[in-house]
């Protein structure tokens, strides 16, 4: 009889947390390195965030664009009403410049400004998590891809167990009901193998879709588990996502933009005054007119306005406050996760995966000298494919944590080895 060996595929999960996979001839491979230039280059969401930089970018000309200046012109005619007055027509030429007043125009642009790091932040947020996406897409692929493995993996274990059943009934040394519970299981291993074939091809359209670029059908994707890991303590890492997340540097620049809006907002009570520079001709004489012009507050003194732009700042700041909590959190709940897959994995490594495998070799030799029963194979062998998911469930795992802990920490952006 054939005898399946465990130990390579043992050796193939205890290697530096590789998952390498075999790619068809012709194939055109994804790297993981490729799939983040096709984002950065492709993604919807990246395009909008950088069409929002252009925007703020724009907003600070506004603001800093004066007032334009007020021609007027009045032509009619000029009648005689007394002796020696000349009739003929009258003509009038006026300019006049509304004044921007520094006190108005500083915090003005000084809001633009602001507007314009927000949205720079903004951007590199937007870069983040397309990256930490399309990395956990990534990683998702070769995930379902190994659970394929696996599942595949048991199928031909069943397989060559049903094989044996099957000849041992028909030599009378079996029972045929031991052929019908292999058949059983060979098809829910069947099935179990088609599932995850399935969910393989739903993890790369997932992984197209997050890229956001055309693909070729017959790419695959290739790569393997990073081998580094966060050493750093955790009240290291919270110092460094207040220092560098995007997203809290966003909010941060939000409440500048709404503190100098509110300045700019409690300096428009200060009435505008607007210089005029005129010429008023009638036919017997012409005069040169100098003026100004200012609003006077009695019914608008910009309370309302005021009120909306405190309301905002305080808003802002709440905001601010509140995806500070909601970081940190999510910083302590991926570490705790880290740690957990780390332990998950020291224990496998530690003799639990070893000890199933050596547990089904045992029942596969007991039952080939007929000392133990076809369920007591089911039985290690199940306990076998358990322990291989829970195991290849805390790689990933592990993986997933740190690639959200790089994205909180901006760690593609500061240039640190990883």
């Known amino acids: 009889m054939t005898h399946i060996s465990l130990s390579s595929f043992g050796r193939r999960l205890l290697s530096l947390c590789a998952v390498i996979l075999a790619l068809p001839a012709g194939a055109e491979q994804l790297t993981l390195g490729g799939a983040l230039q096709l984002a950065e280059r492709y993604s919807p969401r990246l395009q909008i965030a950088a069409s929002e930089v252009e925007r703020a970018s724009s907003g600070i000309s506004t603001a800093r664009a004066f007032p334009n200046p007020e021609i007027e012109l009045l032509s009619g005619g000029v009648r005689a009403r007394v002796p020696g007055i000349t009739s003929g027509q009258g003509t009038s030429l006026s300019i006049g410049q509304l004044i921007d007043l520094p006190m ?16 720079r932040f903004a951007l590199l947020e937007a870069r983040l998590l397309v990256r930490a996406d399309v990395q956990q897409a990534f990683y998702a692929v070769l995930r379902r891809r190994a659970e394929s493995d696996l599942a595949m993996d048991n199928q031909r274990l069943l397989e060559q167990i049903r094989n044996r059943i099957e000849l041992r009934v028909k030599v009378g040394e079996g029972a045929k009901f031991e052929l019908v519970r292999a058949d059983a299981e ?10 995850a074939k399935l969910r393989v091809v739903q993890a790369l359209a997932t992984l197209r879709v997050l890229i956001g670029a055309p693909l070729p059908d017959d790419t695959e ?16 890492l919270r110092q460094r996502v207040l220092e560098r997340y995007p997203l809290l540097q966003q909010a941060r620049a939000d409440i500048r933009v709404a503190e100098n809006r509110l300045e700019a907002e409690r300096a428009l ?125 805390a790689r990933f795992e592990k993986q997933a944590a740190l690639t959200e802990i790089e994205r909180l920490t901006a760690k593609d952006f500061t240039g640190e080895p990883k």
């Open 186 to 195: 060979l098809a829910s291993a069947v099935n179990q193998a088609n599932s």
């Open 104 to 119: 108005q125009r500083a915090p003005r642009i000084r809001a633009a400004e602001a507007g314009l790091d927000g949205s």
């Open 221 to 236: 994707v290739t790569g393997e588990l990073a081998v580094y890991t966060a050493d750093d303590t955790l009240d290291i």
């Open 269 to 393: 009570r200060i009435p505008r005054p607007t210089l005029f520079v005129g010429i008023d001709r009638s036919p017997e004489q012409q005069r040169s007119l100098f003026g100004i012009s200012v609003p006077i507050p009695v019914w608008d003194r910009r309370k309302g306005p005021v009120g909306e732009a405190v309301a905002r700042f305080q808003q802002a700041t709440s905001t601010a406050e509140l995806l500070r909590i909601q970081t940190l959190g999510d910083l302590e709940v991926n570490y705790n996760r880290l740690l957990v897959a780390r332990q998950q994995i020291s224990a496998f490594e530690g003799g639990l995966l070893k000890q199933a495998e050596s547990a089904l070799r045992v029942a596969e030799a007991a039952f080939r000298f007929g000392e133990r029963g076809f369920i007591e194979v089911l039985d290690a062998q199940r306990v076998l494919r358990t322990v291989r998911l829970d195991f290849l469930n």
